[in-house]
């Protein structure tokens, strides 16, 4: 028998985990950041401690309790007895491993809180994302998905508790395994990317493995590695041969966008495993139709042509298809598109495994914008503004020059520009998704703030009426959705034609019910905790 039980990912938009067990054999499909429920609780200054591990998102259900699943080092003594009484507690003896579909935190995020030598199976694009984001991030202890500082149990003086206090600043990296390629392919620069900042040559440092399962650990699943299109490089869809047929996991996708060949050859090859259950995204199964990239470059330089003045573009920086559109704009524009340092350290490791990818040095149109910080940057900054030393511009240089630049700022970079001093009239260009909850709301409130303030245009910004966001008429067009729209899902499950469709990572889970009723497939709506057995 196979079970299925859905531990994230039912009724909102990410926070996948989905576990699948087949006799003994078990995996995780994602292990994602539970956003909207840890939103409910917590904020930017009310956040999990740290300091006490496990508990705080065992005790507010945004962490399944499976007790066997998550580091030692994270649980405070005595830890499991308040949960063993709770309904959706269990003991996982093993774990064979986690298939990651692709690199975005709702995916991922979790992955950090799991004990470190449970292999990671994902693209190798995915890892090194993974990895760069976490070079480059101050990732709270919650979201070490890469490498973590094992904590250890102490009680400092003057204080009566024992918590966890992360006082071991050796780092620890966890065992990913690649599924589309072998280590030995990759070029000696990309496995130096791999184990830097690991300078204690220790076990601690662990290489890139490939081949997915088969001869790790006991575990012998036999997976298939789909590429498809996302808003991020490297996703991919999985597929899982159980004793109960084939089991098809279909990550996040759209067929809408610059690699759309990718999730088509996923859709054709998924039918031909004639899969006993497809589980499917939802993102946005209430969305007509979709913009596409190239649609994004014709607007985005449409506007950009005809204005005057400093371009600030304001996109999502993992997006890499929107900053090469962007890019383009830059050099059809005459303009350089000043991207931050953090972006140019994703540009470099992504170059690292794909050369289509631009080489910042070479790249006339791509800039740095060293951003003004209050003490010394972090190594990893340092690294790149000493690579691409030719290419930093500091605010001073944009603000002499603003006809020539696109800034790739977000709502979180806006305090840069009382250095900058944008002329009036200066362009902001919106390219990313509506806000999708009240924090994001506020933000767009002080966003226009800003914009105000400093006398910007805005263009593509959705505006509030009558309680919902939109872009408003005339202005569309700016932002492709890394989701496929209801019509291209119903195609998908269509032309997959599962026995059983499984709807997850959407908040409409009946919309396919309502549609796909006389269809044959059966839907089957799943709920928290609760497994669906084949
Ligand atoms: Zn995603």
Known sequence: MVRLTCYGGINEIGGNKLLLEDGDRRLFLDFGFPYKRHKLFYEEYLKPRGGAGLL??????LLPPLEGL???????PGLWEHFRDTPLYRKLEQLDGVLLSHAHLDHSGYISLLRDDIPI?????????AKANQDSGKSDFDQQVCYFSPTTHECPTGWKQVAC???????????FCIADMKPEALSPEALQFWSWGFWEKTPRQKGLVSHPLAGHHNCTFNLRCFPVDHSIPGACAWGIETSAGWVVYSGDLRRHGKRAELTESFIAEAAGLRPRILILEGTNVLREANVAEHEVYQNGLRIITNSNGLVIADFSPRDIDRLLTFLQIARDTGRKLAILPKDAYLLKTLRLLDPEIPDIAAEESLAIYQDTIAKSPDLWVRNICQDYDSKIVLADDVSADQDKFILCFSFFDLNELPGIRPRPGSLYVYSSSEPHDEEQEIDFRRLRNWLDHFGLRAFGLPVESGGEWQVPEGEKGLHASGHACGPDLLEIARQINPEILIPVHGEQP?????????????????????AIEV
């Open 56 to 61: 705080d998102p065992l005790a507010m259900e």
């Open 70 to 76: 998550y580091r030692d080092d994270l649980e405070t």
């Open 121 to 129: 199976y994902t693209t190798t694009t995915s890892a090194f994302i």
């Open 165 to 175: 206090l992360s006082t071991n600043t050796l780092k620890q990296q966890r065992q």
């Open 510 to 530: 009946h919309f396919y019910r309502d549609r796909l009723g006389n269809s044959g497939i059966n839907i089957v709506l799943p709920t928290v905790g609760e």
